[in-house]
Antibody
Framework: QLQLQESGPGLVTPSETLSLTCTVS?????????WGWIRQPPGKGLEWIGT???????YYNPSLKSRVTISEDASKNQLSLRLSSVTAADTAVYYC??????????????WGQGTLVTVSS | QSALTQPPSASGSPGQSVTISCTGT?????????VSWYQQHPGKAPKVMIY???KRPSGVPDRFSGSKSGNTASLTVSGLQAEDEAEYYC??????????FGGGTKLTVL
């Protein structure tokens, strides 16, 4: 059964870069799949961050595109998220997800358990 | 502010049916059959309940159903059970490879 596990610092300083890793187990991150990230600020709704295809093609939320980089390391079965110039508004639970339905932006299953990242000095 | 509009709350008694709406535009819900619904219990990751407007993933009870009319999608939960109490989010593909979510609806089982 495919499982996704996020990891990374729980506290990031404003203006710095947030970096998270998602480890894929029970499957391969390079098996012609899409992989992605979704976040949820505390007490608020969900926001799609972006998706990467196994070829390296990326798709990003237009509102975050200038600050986001999603990459994949197939040898480690991992994908990564980098978000630059963070502010308190980037404080959220970050979820690793697998987009389903044959393209970047249909539905998402499974989800990782999520990791809370707080932006504060 | 979310791109898709959901009522903040909904409620029903055990055994009853409740419908949650999700309103968008012709650039998202109205333009594509890529609407999905997610259930989220407190402190847990979301779980997909409906995808592509009305399809149910394996393991999701048939009490959950989805539909769409114009720019509005709906999730109906029939035969409400206590465990259905949760937050529900709609999602839709939007033009130019984008994904939008609703603000969420808190479903209370009375």
């Amino acid at each position: 059964q495919l499982q996704l596990q996020e990891s990374g610092p729980g506290l990031v300083t404003p203006s710095e870069t947030l970096s998270l890793t998602c480890t894929v187990s029970g499957g391969s991150s390079s098996s012609r799949n899409y992989w992605g990230w979704i976040r949820q600020p505390p007490g608020k709704g969900l926001e799609w961050i972006g998706t990467i295809y196994y070829t390296g093609t990326t798709y990003y939320n237009p509102s975050l595109k200038s600050r986001v980089t999603i990459s994949e390391d197939a040898s480690k079965n991992q994908l990564s998220l980098r978000l630059s110039s963070v502010t308190a508004a980037d404080t959220a639970v970050y979820y690793c997800v697998r987009p389903q339905g044959g393209f970047c932006c249909n539905w998402f299953d499974p989800w990782g358990q999520g990791t809370l990242v707080t932006v504060s000095s | 502010q979310s791109a898709l509009t959901q009522p903040p709350s909904a409620s029903g008694s055990p055994g009853q049916s409740v419908t949650i709406s999700c309103t968008g535009t012709s650039s998202d819900i109205g333009g594509y059959n890529y609407v999905s619904w997610y259930q989220q219990h407190p402190g847990k990751a979301p779980k997909v309940m409906i995808y592509e407007v009305s399809k149910r993933p394996s393991g999701v009870p048939d009490r959950f159903s989805g539909s769409k009319s114009g720019n509005t999608a709906s999730l109906t939960v029939s035969g409400l059970q206590a465990e259905d109490e949760a937050e529900y989010y709609c999602s839709s593909y939007a033009a130019s490879n984008n994904v939008e979510f609703g603000g969420g609806t808190k479903l209370t089982v009375l």
